[in-house]
Nanobody
Framework: QVQLVESGGGLVQAGGSLRLSCAASGSIFRINAMGWYRQAPGKQRELVAAVTSGGSTNYADSVKGRFTISRDNAKNTVNLQMNSLKPEDTAVYYC????????????????WGQGTLVTVSS
């Protein structure tokens, strides 16, 4: 199994910054991709940013130029640096990974973290 532990959420004023971190653990053979999604009350969960093991990145249009995703493959971690935060960024942010586990056999898995709340005040 794979477990994800998220940290870094909190309360910040508009224009401020936060850094989210997510660490994966378990019987992992390879992490193909890690990313961050967010969900506000009454809204659909949406992709914020993702990065593959090869370093390719993808961002939602609403965060381009403000957020930066990075990863450390050796530590199985992913970070999301969020700058110039807006009230519209307020949501629960979820870490996600698509990985290959090694036991009992090689299998593709998708795992979600429990979420960390980001609140941006005006």
């Amino acid at each position: 199994q794979v477990q994800l532990v998220e940290s870094g959420g909190g309360l910040v004023q508009a224009g401020g910054s936060l850094r989210l971190s997510c660490a994966a653990s378990g019987s992992i053979f390879r992490i193909n991709a890690m990313g961050w999604y967010r969900q506000a009350p009454g809204k659909q969960r949406e992709l914020v940013a993702a990065v593959t093991s090869g370093g390719s990145t993808n961002y939602a249009d609403s965060v381009k130029g403000r957020f930066t995703i990075s990863r450390d493959n050796a530590k199985n971690t992913v970070n999301l640096q969020m700058n110039s935060l807006k009230p519209e960024d307020t949501a629960v942010y979820y870490c996600n990974t698509k990985a290959i586990v090694a036991a009992p056999t090689y299998r593709n898995v998708e795992v979600w973290g429990q979420g960390t709340l980001v609140t941006v005040s005006s």
